[in-house]
């Protein structure tokens, strides 16, 4: 089930907090997902990292250079964030 990423937000390093519809917050480190070469590349670059935002029309979290990546598998390859 496709769930859209509503916001992100960076949490250090080359990792962030996602936010899907219906509130849900997840997180994630990049590295997991991607190799840093081709369209990926900028993103060893911390302060070029940390301009990840979410673009509502694709439903997931993109880059200046054109790049994002799936919500669905953003979804599978974070983790949930319990509350306290």
């Given at each position: 089930m496709l769930k859209d990423v509503v916001a992100v937000e960076w949490t250090g390093g080359?990792?962030?907090?996602?936010?899907?519809?219906?509130?849900?917050?997840?997180?994630?480190?990049?590295?997991?997902?991607?190799s840093f070469d081709g369209v990926f590349e900028p993103l060893k670059d911390p302060a070029y990292f940390r301009q990840a935002r979410v673009d509502a029309d694709v439903g997931t979290i993109v880059w200046p250079?054109?790049?994002?990546?799936?919500?669905?598998?953003?979804?599978?390859a974070s983790r949930p964030v319990v509350s306290t």
């Open positions: 080359y990792r962030l907090l996602l936010t899907f519809e219906g509130d849900e917050r997840r997180e994630l480190d990049i590295r997991a997902l991607v250079n054109g790049a994002d990546l799936c919500p669905d598998v953003l979804y599978e």
